[in-house]
């Protein structure tokens, strides 16, 4: 593990650039056999044997004990199960509803993924709705498919939402950080006033507050604060609190 830390560990936080590779050779154990090391490559690196390819530009992040990943500005998005997204629904078709997930094609929504569908009972889904669903299945060979509930068939907070709020798109790397636990800058907006925010995998964020000029104010300060760092960021929020109140 040591031999491929080493590889990493003088790059992390450093711009790497499609095409640039790690090498690394494993040690070989006292019967002669080669010992294999555990490494999870996250988004932008793939690795081919004993090398990791960069794939996407980037600044390259680690998270204990062994993960790796580029952190990018990419805003396109491609479509993965288990991901959790936020679509609009566009159209009818049938028992399936087409949604707009801002990939390359549009998702199928079937109308029995909700909780309690049933063939009586319907969900009550209209054109224009923003629907907050999970991928079951996302390939580059078939048509992307959401569901509205979770192995157990409940809705676990997925399914239609977004009456009034504000819906708008960032960056993917900005969304992974805002999905963190623990996310700092979550907690430095609501030190402002309170307000509900949905993230999608997808570059979605929905976002509500208890006024119209409170709901852009944070909508602001997200996307104001994609390229700033944690002091700024907070002086920015300290400004924007004693100006407010």
Known sequence: MDTIHACFKE?????LLPGDVFSFSFPESGDGTIKTEKIICGPGLRRNGE???VC???ILRHKQPNMYWIDSQ?????P???????????????DVFKVDVGGSEQASLSYLAFEGATKRNRPNVQVGDLVYGQFTIANKDMEPELVCIDSCGRANGMGVFGADGLLFKVSLGLVRRLLAPQSEIVKDLEKIFPFELVVGMNGRVWVKAKTVQQTLIVTNLLETCENMTSQQRQTLFKKVAAGFF
């Open 11 to 15: 790059k992390i936080g450093e711009v």
């Open 51 to 53: 090398e990791v390819k």
């Open 56 to 58: 996407k530009s980037g």
């Open 74 to 78: 990419q805003r396109r998005y491609v």
């Open 80 to 94: 993965a199960k288990g991901e959790s997204v936020i679509g609009i629904v566009t159209t009818k078709a049938g």
